[in-house]
C-alpha cells in the first residue's frame, strides 16, 4: 500500500512541477500557433486527476484531524481544515474553467475573466498539489529515509 501512496505522491509533485514550468514558461512559445493551448489541453487532463486526488487525501486527512484530537483546535486540525476546504476551491474553479475551456469555440477561446481566473488558480494548484504530494511521501516512504527526516 505504501508502494501505491508514494507513486500517487509521485503523479501529485509530476503534476505540480509540469503546471509550474508550462505556467512560467508557456508564453515564451506562446506565439507559435496553438503550442500553449496544445500544452494546456494534455496538462489539464493531469491537473484534473490530481486534483480529484488532492481532494480525497485532504479529506482522509480532515478526518483523521477531527477524530483524534475530540474538539480542541490545534495546529494539525487547523492545517488539515484549511487545505481541504481551499483543495474544494480549487477543484470548483478548476473544473468550472476546464469545462468552459474545452465547450469554447475555438477551444481555448475565453473570456478575460476566465483567464484571470487561470491565472489564480495555476498557483494556487502548483502550491496545493505539490503540498499534498510531498506530505503524502514523507507519510509514505520508510522511517528513516532521507526524504521521511524533513531535511532540505
Same mark, same amino acid.
Given at each position: 500500500? /505504501?508502494? +501505491?501512496?508514494? =507513486?500517487?505522491?509521485?503523479?501529485?509533485?509530476?503534476? #505540480?512541477?509540469?503546471?509550474?514550468?508550462?505556467?512560467?514558461?508557456?508564453? !515564451?512559445?506562446?506565439?507559435?500557433?496553438?503550442? *500553449?493551448?496544445?500544452?494546456?489541453?494534455?496538462? /489539464?487532463?493531469?491537473? @484534473?486527476?490530481? !486534483?480529484? !486526488?488532492?481532494? @480525497?487525501?485532504?479529506?482522509? %486527512?480532515?478526518?483523521?484531524?477531527?477524530?483524534? %484530537?475530540?474538539?480542541?483546535?490545534?495546529? *494539525? %486540525?487547523? *492545517?488539515?481544515?484549511?487545505?481541504?476546504?481551499?483543495?474544494?476551491?480549487?477543484?470548483?474553479?478548476?473544473?468550472?474553467?476546464?469545462?468552459?475551456? =474545452? #465547450?469554447?469555440?475555438? !477551444?481555448?477561446?475565453?473570456? @478575460?475573466?476566465?483567464?484571470?481566473?487561470?491565472?489564480?488558480?495555476?498557483?494556487?494548484?502548483?502550491? =496545493?498539489?505539490? +503540498?499534498?504530494?510531498?506530505?503524502?511521501? %514523507?507519510?509514505? @516512504?520508510?522511517?528513516?529515509?532521507?526524504?521521511?527526516?524533513?531535511?532540505?
Amino acid at each position: 500500500m /505504501d508502494i +501505491l501512496r508514494m =507513486l500517487v505522491a509521485l503523479v501529485l509533485v509530476f503534476c #505540480s512541477l509540469a503546471v509550474a514550468l508550462q505556467f512560467v514558461l508557456g508564453p !515564451i512559445y506562446g506565439g507559435i500557433g496553438q503550442a *500553449e493551448l496544445a500544452v494546456w489541453y494534455y496538462l /489539464d487532463m493531469l491537473m @484534473a486527476v490530481s !486534483i480529484v !486526488i488532492t481532494v @480525497a487525501v485532504q479529506l482522509q %486527512r480532515k478526518r483523521a484531524a477531527d477524530r483524534s %484530537r475530540g474538539e480542541n483546535l490545534n495546529r *494539525e %486540525r487547523l *492545517e488539515a481544515n484549511v487545505m481541504f476546504y481551499l483543495s474544494l476551491i480549487v477543484a470548483l474553479w478548476f473544473f468550472r474553467n476546464w469545462f468552459d475551456f =474545452l #465547450s469554447s469555440d475555438p !477551444i481555448g477561446d475565453q473570456s @478575460a475573466a476566465t483567464m484571470v481566473i487561470w491565472y489564480i488558480l495555476d498557483p494556487l494548484l502548483v502550491i =496545493l498539489v505539490g +503540498l499534498t504530494g510531498m506530505r503524502l511521501w %514523507r507519510s509514505s @516512504a520508510p522511517s528513516g529515509s532521507y526524504m521521511n527526516t524533513g531535511r532540505s
